[in-house]
């Protein structure tokens, strides 16, 4: 019985703790708090639910998708990541209609027409989207496709960039990066006739990967006053012009990168008179015929640029392009002749006025009219003509002996010449647009082809 007694106390005082339990009871001085089944059965809010502060919204997607050339310029702004989506995008249709000042970061300038310039722009992404061809042109010849002026932090990737006319018009490069900093290509294709695929000025970190830079008319790339530049994986080729590689103190690494159908006046540069300090490092890369044959010319005595063991030269073993003769001067056997690409030039009206304003034309090559074969004048056989205004001239040489004419336009487009002795020619002038002969074309310089019975005589 007093065992019972003992049980009954302790069971009624369990029966008061779980009573006050169920009616939400607490200790003095204890906060409430949910237990783990109850955290459970009240599941947080999704994303889509959850409270947004007043005035902060917060996008799920940062990315601005475009697919007008005007919603690609005024989306551009610092920190913007922009997407193209695939189309051709003429910025100069759009800049026709525009106003100068496009946004804070976009203005346009013109030269023969209107171009696209993006200024004070950091940490800015332009892509194209995957998926499609995205191409961003411009029409005007001597305006960069897009030109950056004091901006960091930029990448452009998965686009192609080019002018719409022909090869061979341009004054404006495809790419224009002026006092800027950081900035990444990658997987870009930059074509003609822009004068050089990328052209950049005092430019600290220019890098470009897997990109394409081909068919410019001057050269490959032009840097002026930069540093940490370096090309890795990239396709150079059917560039024409001058120097492929314009460098004034500037120093580029080239990685794994493949030279291939170029053609101008020379591979490296050609202004180390101008005593600027600039140089090249080549690691792992290949280059065709043309470009070999002038490295293996230009290389002897600079120290300036260094190539790799790794790299292969078409006709040429490493130790042949790098090897350095005991007489530093280049003879004339060692020169790289190139013949004239006729393609590429334009027939020239023209006048008395336009043919003596040189004061005489230097033979360049001969061509034999049954053969095709080609020959280049020599320091043994220099043969020059001179015009003079009142109808006579003269065809000078070591085999001609100063042979006199007259001579006289039967169109605007060709002239006909009856020499002193009795013999007949005939001439035309034609217009080097760029690139017929890069080792010695300007814009807007003029070939004459003389044509003899059986040959065809180039002057410039």
Partial sequence: MEHNLRIIPVALVLVLLVALAGCGAVSPGTEPSESPAEESASPAPTPSEAPVPSGEPTPADETIHVSTAGEFLEAIAPGAV????PGVYNLTEYLHEASDNISDYVSRSFTDGWQAEIHEASGLTIRGAKGGRIEIVAEPRYSDVLCFKGCSEIELENITFGHTIEQGSCLGA????DQCRDIRLDGLDLYGCGTYGVAAD?????SLRNCIIRDCSYGIIDLNAC????LNGCTLKDNGGFDMLSLCDSFV???SCTFIGNAGDSFLPSYSSLQSEHGARFAHCSFGLWESRSIKAELSGSKNYVFGEDCRFEGYSWSEITEHPNDPEVSESDFVWVALDTTRLKVASFDAEVLTADAYYILYEIVDKDSGEVRFETSEDVRFLTFAEDGSGGFWGEEEKGR??????DSSYSCQISFDDGGKASFGLYADLGGALPRISEEGHIWLALYLDDEVLWFY
């Fill in 82 to 85: 922009i997407e193209l989506a």
């Fill in 174 to 177: 495809v790419l224009e990066f």
């Fill in 202 to 206: 005092d430019t600290v970190g220019l």
């Fill in 227 to 230: 540093s940490d530049a370096i």
């Fill in 253 to 255: 690494i080239f990685d």
């Fill in 404 to 409: 006199l004419f007259r001579y006289e336009m």
